[in-house]
């Protein structure tokens, strides 16, 4: 949805370029679109890299920890390509989010949003009853 500058809303303007539910199989399928889209959108390698590779991230800790499933939605935002999944999952907790610090001896849990953290120029998740929504964005360019 792009809104125009006669509405009062210019500054909140965003393009939805993709909106797609997947699951784990779909998640190899799910990396390429995004890759193509960033490309479109003017997201320059090697960020676009690092931008598919935390999309991939959030997208498999839906999957493994979210309930098997998830919907993603990939918006050009101004000057931002922002990634927002979304999982139907038990949902994180405080704790979790605080400490976003890979767990000692490769044991799983964090890592997905830990990377996220480090490569995105905005992170934000919100957990709601039930499920999480990650949302990350990088600045195009």
Known sequence: MALGPGDGASHLAHDVLLHR????????????????HAALAGLLEPRRGDFVTAMDAVATNAVQHGGGDGTLVLLHRGGELECRISDRGPGC???VLTDLTPRPGGAPGRGGLWLTRLVADRLSVVPGTPGTTVSFAMRLG
Request: hydrophobic residues 45%; glycine residues 26%.
């Open 93 to 95: 907790t405080g704790a």
């Open 21 to 36: 539910g997947f699951g784990g199989a779909d998640l190899p399928r799910l990396r390429v679109l995004v890759a193509g």
